[in-house]
Each structure stands twice: as C-alpha cells, then as structure tokens.
C-alpha cells in the first residue's frame, strides 16, 4: 500500500524557517525522484522544488531559488523521505504544500508539472502572518 504523508507545517512569522518532511512507502521510492508544489485556494498548485531519485540533482521555481533548499534521505530501503528547509518565509508562501512522488523510477528529468506525478500527498498547511 502506498503511502505519501507530509508532516512540519504550521503558522510561521515572517522571516522565519521551517522544514516540510514527506515520507513515502510502498514501494521502492529510492528509485524515484520526489517533488514539492504548493497551492492556494482558488489558485492552480504550483511547482516548487524537485530533487532527482539519488539527490544528485534539484531544480527550484524562481519564487523560492536561494530560501528553499530540497534534499532527501534514501537509507531506509523501506521509505524514502524527502525534506524542504523553507527560509526567510514570506507571506506569499503561505500555502498547502503538496509532496510528489514521480510517475517513473529512475527518471532522468526531475518532475517540473503535475503530469509527471504519480503519488500526492494529503499537503501540509504553512502559513506565513505576522
């Protein structure tokens, strides 16, 4: 069975930091690269950060290149788990954040639309106020 699940978000100040965590199992999710996006209610979700299936390589929107940082940890061959460190929050950021599993194992391309995805998660709230 499986399973995607976000965990880490929350009501933030501006300026402050948090790491988002998505854990995937049920498969080998190793062999997977792994994405973020975000969406806010009436908007269409949003690519934020993608990281390749052994995190050799990451691309980010534009939005958040130089505050997000992806990276993932691929030593439980029974999970893979994926992290955003989300820094110098701005307003703007305030969003459900969805974690995103590829259609494809060992994909050369990192996932960059919804197209791509085979897996969502349930998302995870951050809200940016002050």
């Known amino acids: 069975q499986v399973q995607v699940v976000e965990s880490g978000g929350g009501l933030v100040q501006p300026g402050d930091s948090l790491r988002l965590s998505c854990a995937a199992s049920g498969r080998v999710f190793n062999l997977y690269g792994m994405a973020w996006f975000r969406q806010v209610p009436g908007n269409e979700r949003e690519f934020v950060a993608a990281i390749n299936w052994n995190g050799g390589m990451t691309n980010y929107a534009d939005a958040v290149k130089g505050r997000f940082t992806i990276s993932r940890d691929n030593k439980d061959n029974r999970k893979s788990t994926v992290y955003l460190q989300v820094s110098s929050l701005k307003s703007e950021d305030t969003a459900a954040y969805y974690c995103?599993?590829?259609?494809?194992?060992?994909?050369?391309?990192?996932?960059?639309?919804?197209?791509?995805?085979?897996?969502w998660g349930q998302g995870t709230q951050v809200t940016v106020s002050s």
């Open positions: 995103a599993v590829d259609r494809t194992a060992l994909n050369s391309k990192l996932i960059s639309t919804e197209a791509e995805v085979g897996f």
